[in-house]
Structures are given as C-alpha cells and as structure tokens.
C-alpha cells in the first residue's frame, strides 16, 4: 500500500462507485468530485447501495479521504443577499448528503467580496458559515486557499485565518491548499517552499492543513491569475512540484489534481508523480 495518497477530479455524473473504480483504474488512492454542476442546481441524491459500495471499495484500497468540491460559482460574501441564501441553501444540502459519505471531506472558495472590501467580505463569509456548519456537522469543510483574481478573499494566509478565528466551530474547519493559487497570490513554492510552509504554520497552523489541490500554473508568480496547467509544464514546473510532494509538512496529506486533463491524462501525471515521490 503507498502511503503516498493522489487522486484527481472526477465526474460523479455516474455515481459514486464509477469514481472509485475509475480511480483505482488510474492508480490513484483518493478523488475530488463536485457535490452538483457550477450553476449549483439540485444535488442529485445519495443511492445508498452506491455510497456503501464505495465505502467498501475505499477500505479495501486504503483510500485517503475523497474531497467534495462545492460549486466554486457559490458565492457566500456576494452583496446581493439572495446570492448568500443561495450559498446557504446549497452548502446546507451538500453537508447534509455527505453525512453519509463517511470517508470524505468538504471544499469550498471563500467567495469574491466584490468590492465591498476584504473585511466586509470576511464578515460574510462569517456569518454564513455560522449559519451553515453547526455542532452537528459531520464532515470537515475545508476553506480553499485562493489565488486572489479579481475580489477573491483567501489569497493571504491572514484571511483565512481570520475566518477560521471567527466562526462559532473553529474545530469543524480545516484548509485545502492549492499550488497553482498560492504561488499566483505570491507564495514563492518554487524558491522558498520552506518559508511558505513556515509562513502557513505561523499564521493558520498547519495542523488545519488537510488537503492540497496539486496543479501546476499557466499564469507568473504573484500574477493574482487562476489558470491550471498540467504538472510539470508551467511556471512551478516539475522540480518544485517534486520538492512539493516529498516536503515533510505535505507528503503525509491527500494530493488532488485540478490540471486540464481527462481520466487518462490524469493517470499519466498519477504515474510521473509517483516515480518521483519518496516511499
Ligand atoms: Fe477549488
Ligand atoms: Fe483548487
Ligand atoms: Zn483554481
């Protein structure tokens, strides 16, 4: 069994047992799926049978918790009040349905405060997580570390742990690292991958660290820009993706690949990044 634990997105139009084979087709130990389509229209209901058969399938495989993306044009710091209700409505039900899905975890995006400032935008996202993640929740939702395009809150450490200081159940919360957004936010992952782990460790804590969205970037260092690339042909480039995934702080977590990529190409990067990674 690897203890190097990498997936990929998946689509889970075909349920939730398709993902899991389709992962172990590709060698892959864990897998990202979004809990509906972007527009963030209705959710489409657990089949039990299905959600215990992957369970089972996971056991078996050692599989690392699989990761449910909520749609990422949710917005919960809009200024538009029916657009946060929106955002409630939605991350309620997901939550809801995952309580089922025993192995998993919870991703969302902050949201783009939208010109109405970063503090503005950061009580928000506060008071909508406190009206959405109650003592009751089950699974843990992990805020996303964005890239900062555009209003986008998340893209300094700081911000994040502003939220997760803030909220009424600060231990249902954990954060999801992206490689591509930290270094288009101005992380330096490629010169000084210690420092901004460090950085990470002193401002949230990197015992909140529990997954990280493995992608390369199209766009430069501090560009503030969201663009995946394939592993290995960005600006990070293999040799910091590699120093990445062995670094002691991160090579025990779930990596999850978000590069432009179908199932077969994700299998290839699943194949280079294990031939680099230190067993
Ligand atoms: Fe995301
Ligand atoms: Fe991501
Ligand atoms: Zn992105």
């Known amino acids: 069994m690897s203890t190097f634990k990498i997936g990929c997105h998946l689509s889970a139009a075909k349920g939730y047992l398709h993902m899991g084979e389709e992962a172990l087709g590709i060698n892959a130990n864990t897998f990202q799926f979004f809990t509906r389509n972007p527009r963030g229209s209705k959710a489409k ?19 690392a918790p699989i990761l449910a993306h909520a749609p990422y044009t949710l917005n919960p710091c809009s200024a538009d009040e029916r657009v946060r209700e929106f955002a409630e409505i939605v991350m309620k039900d997901d939550l809801r349905i995952l309580s089922s899905v025993t192995n998993s975890q919870y991703n969302f ?25 109650t003592s009751e929740t089950q ?17 300094r450490f700081e911000e994040i742990r502003e939220i997760i200081d803030r909220v009424d159940h600060p231990e249902k919360f ?17 010169n000084n991958l210690d420092g901004v782990i460090q950085e990470f460790d002193k401002v949230i804590g990197l015992e909140r660290l529990k997954a990280i969205h493995l992608n390369d970037s199209k766009m430069p260092f501090n560009s503030k820009k969201d663009r995946h690339e394939l592993i290995g042909k960005g600006l990070i480039g293999l040799d910091a993706i590699v120093a990445f995934i062995n670094h002691p702080a991160l090579r025990n977590l779930p990596f999850y690949l978000e590069t ?7 299998g290839e990067e699943i194949k280079l990044l294990r031939s680099h990674y230190r067993e």
Do not use: R
């Open 45 to 63: 209901e657990l089949i039990p049978s299905d959600v215990e058969a992957l369970n089972v399938l996971m056991t078996e495989n050692d599989f």
């Open 109 to 133: 995006h902050p949201g783009s405060h939208v010109g109405q400032g970063i503090e503005k935008g950061i009580e928000l996202i506060v008071s909508h997580l406190n009206q959405t993640i």
């Open 139 to 155: 699974t843990p939702v992990l805020i996303e570390t964005m890239s900062g395009k555009g209003s986008e809150v998340g893209s």
């Open 174 to 190: 954990g954060v999801c690292m992206d490689s591509c957004h930290i270094f288009s936010a101005g992380y330096d992952i490629v």
């Open 260 to 266: 432009p990529n179908d199932v077969e190409g994700y």
